[in-house]
Nanobody, 128 residues
Framework: QVQLVESGGGLVQAGGSLRLSCAAS????????MGWFRQAPGKERESVAQ????????YYADSVKGRFTISRDNAKNTVFLQMNSLKPEDTAVYYC?????????????????????WGQGTQVTVSS
């Protein structure tokens, strides 16, 4: 059982930046594919960014490419999401997700149903 704890959400003006962090309670963090998802009111949960266990494979949603950066520190069991040039449409609850079935290999973008562990979510609100 892996516990994921997100932090770093908040209220920011359009054009601003936030950095989300997600700490995982596991000794085998590098075997986990990690992802950031978001869900806005009335909308389905969508993938924002995903990263392989080594950090070598990364996928972004088209809506965040060039603005968001996912990274991980395997020594600290933590994955990050740096969000720049934020827009009001980025407002959502952001969730960290993890799965080890693929032993850290990420050959294609995974859907939310393919992640077995989820954090509690952190609210990101971008004002116009």
């Amino acid at each position: 059982q892996v516990q994921l704890v997100e932090s770093g959400g908040g209220l920011v003006q359009a054009g601003g930046s936030l950095r989300l962090s997600c700490a995982a309670s596991t000794r085998t963090f590098s075997t986990y594919v990690m992802g950031w998802f978001r869900q806005a009111p009335g909308k389905e949960r969508e993938s924002v960014a995903q990263i392989s266990g080594s950090g070598g494979n990364i996928y972004y949603a088209d809506s965040v490419k060039g603005r968001f950066t996912i990274s991980r520190d395997n020594a600290k069991n933590t994955v990050f999401l740096q969000m720049n040039s934020l827009k009001p449409e980025d407002t959502a609850v952001y969730y960290c997700a993890a799965d080890s079935r693929f032993l850290g290999v990420l050959r294609t973008r995974l859907g939310p149903n393919e992640y077995g562990y989820w954090g509690q979510g952190t609210q990101v609100t971008v004002s116009s």
